[in-house]
């Protein structure tokens, strides 16, 4: 480990021992499966089964920060309740995205949730992906805090310039590239055929609507790990914690789908919370940084910064609440703010 690390060597094999990487990932390869089983037959998902299963995704990893913060200290369950609400925050605005995507696309409601779990596995392997390469710079690059930390104050000025543009709430299908490279190689049919993402037609094989929009929402899933993942690591540099808070934040995004579908376009100030978010975190991991380099340069404690972080989401929330409370149900509105 670099001399930059928040934890030694040791700790961080405490916390992420071969045992509890494994009964993690096989965890979380369980739940999923058992996600699948619960969408094998396409429905419309009711209310009562979408609170039954947002309760049980989100008393599970508070359960388990419990249990972190009994086994490894104050400290380690700190990081790791900071890191899960900022992932959980961040999960939030993907919601809005994928919500967008749904509409664009005309998926039935029947669908919806199939189309959120691909989403969800997609999003899965690809944070695993960037939480090993994240893990590989810290450890062999001293600069890659600064790196972390320009990703996200970069992804914080775009998220603001989005929001004061309004340019978020656009999605045109006809311009996304990974629709128009599948629509170049496959014919596309029509309507959607279940769950079947392609079929037979005039004796060639063609995609359906559904393959498509999976494919967009993967493609999203790209953008979303860029910045969630360097974000976490400025809460926490332990991979396993980082992998922990990522897919707990992941799983119950399909309940919460359902159950944030009408509250998701009242969250209007949303975007301006995650900026403030992303950029007090990208300074945290620039003077993080700099404290290796000038050790009289301030360090900003985790639990300060779980404090600055429910601040702006508790801010955000009730200024969006307020700017809303004359708009119609369901329609998210350009307000005077943006």
Known sequence: MTELSYLSAADLSSVGTPTLWAVTIVGVLALLVLDFLVTRRPHEVSMREAIGWSAFYIALPLAFGAWVWNRYGGELGVQYLTGYLVEKSLSVDNLFVFMLLLAAFAVPAVLAQRVLLYGIAGALVLRAVFIALGAAAL?????AFLLFAIIL???AVKLLRDALTGHEQEVDINRMRSV?????????TDEYQGTRMTVRQGGRRALTPLALVVVAVLA????FAVDSVPAVYGITEDPYLVFATNAFALLGLRALYFVLHAALSRLVHLSYGLAIILAFIGVKLG???AHGIWKGVPEIPTLASLGVI???LVVVTLTSLRATRQSEPGQREIVEQR
């Open 139 to 143: 450890e062999t690059l001293d600069f």
């Open 153 to 155: 104050i970069a992804t």
């Open 180 to 188: 128009r490279l599948l629509r170049r190689f496959m014919p596309v």
């Open 220 to 223: 999203t899933d790209v953008v």
């Open 287 to 289: 003077l993080h940084w």
């Open 310 to 312: 429910i601040g702006v």
